[in-house]
């Protein structure tokens, strides 16, 4: 299963969020189509426990039909340039054009996956800021231990050392966190499984 975090600024329905949910979630107005988290995970068939390993967002990777580029911009590439051909130069309505250039953004990461780890990916799971903070809520927060408080505003993270619970929106700048971090993009993905 490849599990992918997008940098979206959008529901799952693809609507643009409002300024008050943007705001809860610390997450600015630029729109981005990075997948800033990028988790394989095995589920054996014998049902012993499942594994996972994380793809650091900044990998170079040799993407099929792209080139050499950072793992966490395969998707938006493919993307934009799915756009591009479907709404510039075929003239398609761009809410039409949409789907099939996620689509095609999800195929490219799943092959540059496959293509890098040699594991065929059955499955597909995407989810976007709001989404990652809804359904930490749903779970009732995340529980973590800090051993020395966090300040780092761009992403909005504001912890004190020790014990605590994360809602969902605090959830979100824990696993976004990006700076002031010892082992860089690697403790992140530790954040983030």
């Known amino acids: 299963i490849l599990l992918v975090g997008m940098d979206s600024r959008t529901d799952a329905h693809g609507n643009p969020l409002s300024q008050d949910e943007l705001a809860m979630l610390r997450a600015g107005d630029d729109e981005a189509t990075n997948t800033d988290t990028i988790i394989l995970v095995r589920v054996p068939?014998?049902?012993?426990?499942?594994?996972?390993?994380?793809?650091?967002?900044?990998?170079?990777?040799?993407?099929?039909?792209?080139?050499?580029m950072k793992i966490n911009g395969?998707?938006?590439?493919?993307?934009?340039?799915?756009?591009?051909?479907?709404?510039?130069?075929?003239?398609?309505?761009?809410?039409?054009?949409?789907?099939?250039?996620?689509?095609?953004?999800?195929?490219?990461?799943?092959?540059?996956?496959?293509?890098?780890?040699?594991?065929?990916?059955?499955?597909?799971?995407?989810?976007?800021?709001?989404?990652?903070?809804?359904?930490?809520?749903?779970?009732?927060?995340?529980?973590?231990?800090?051993?020395?408080?966090?300040?780092?505003?761009?992403a909005g993270a504001d912890f004190p050392a020790g014990w605590q619970k994360l809602n969902g929106p605090q959830a979100l700048s824990f696993v976004r966190q990006r700076h002031d971090m010892p082992r860089g993009d690697l403790d992140r993905v530790t954040r983030q499984q």
Do not use: W
């Open 74 to 154: 395969v998707y938006g590439s493919v993307h934009l340039e799915k756009m591009k051909e479907l709404v510039e130069e075929k003239g398609m309505d761009p809410d039409v054009a949409e789907p099939m250039a996620a689509e095609a953004g999800r195929e490219a990461l799943i092959k540059t996956v496959a293509n890098l780890t040699g594991v065929t990916v059955d499955h597909y799971a995407e989810i976007g800021l709001l989404g990652f903070s809804l359904i930490t809520d749903a779970l009732g927060g995340v529980d973590v231990c800090l051993k020395e408080a966090v300040y780092e505003p761009l």
């Open 45 to 68: 068939n014998n049902g012993a426990s499942a594994t996972a390993i994380s793809i650091p967002r900044d990998s170079y990777v040799q993407a099929p039909g792209v080139g050499k």
